[in-house]
């Protein structure tokens, strides 16, 4: 079966289509120009994405090149990379190869997993657009990041973002113990724990992933990106049962070491400061600080995921003056404590 790319182009009601294509300061060699991301407003009914079929795969294409080239240059690789990329016919099959050996064990067989995944992706037009569109987004917003074939190859926070959407593809298919199988596997090999029956949209970035957890009932959106987990959990508050875990709307930008409790939405491209617990809903667009988290502005990029800005905005400052202020009004010192 042949595959085939896909491009994501942005729908106004009422207007004409557009669609923009953000470009890397850093394309790798003989790379084509892959116009996934709609660059649009937030608003209510302003975005549809359609999916339009092209003629060929230009990630796929540039998978290749990259390979070959690399095979010349490093030759102690050339066999890693022939067996993991130049063999194989089209992208899907080149990650099931990549995910299979990652994940296999003494019980779950490398051929065994690769027959599985072949299955789940190449008979699955979702999986097949969401394997690209997260490559292009680690491509686009991970500096570190320089090539789709590094995403493909290396980062094991885009192998278990794709692990996890073939255990989703299980679970969805009624085959949820090997689905929780697959699960503790993504657990113990790449340190990520994310329920098979979770959520999660197209365009992620799972920025290293290690100790993320994500649970049953966490929903997140398109085009967020999760910084460095180190501890990252979208998660229940207790023994309560049914729908308990966070709702990420599309576009948010969680930061690293950052905790959502309880069944509780995180607005549209809001953006969640690095270590932040946050307990209570947190409106579109603005920023969420501390522990338990308030919220201390608005941010000004629309889509804080696709920007990567971490940076506090002038609210926060003026906020955080206003505090002192007052502080210092009511005659409390900096240590808490009153005069």
Known sequence: MACRCVVIQEVEEGEELKSKARVSSRRCRTEMMFPMYAMGSFKPNSIARTILDTAGDPIWDSVRADARFEADKEQILSSFLYASVLSHDCLERSLGFVLANRLQNATLLATQLMDIFDDVMMN????QR???????????RDPACASYSWALLYLKGYHSLQSYRIAHALWNQGRKILALALQSRISEVFAVDIHPAARIGEGILLDHGTGLVIGETAVVGNWVSLMQASGVTLGGTGKEVGDRHPKIGQGALIGASATVLGNIVIGEGAMIAAGSLVLKDVPAHSMAVGNPAKIVGYIEDEEPSLTMKHDAGKDY???V???????????????????
């Not at 699955?124 to 999986?127: L, P, V, Y």
């Not at 003056?321 to 005069?339: F, M």
């Open 124 to 127: 699955d037009r979702g999986i």
């Open 130 to 140: 969401s394997i690209r569109l997260d490559a292009q987004a680690f491509k686009d």
């Open 317 to 319: 400052f003026e906020h």
């Open 321 to 339: 003056a206003a505090s002192s202020s007052d502080g210092l009004n009511n005659g409390i010192h900096c240590s808490g404590r009153k005069s």
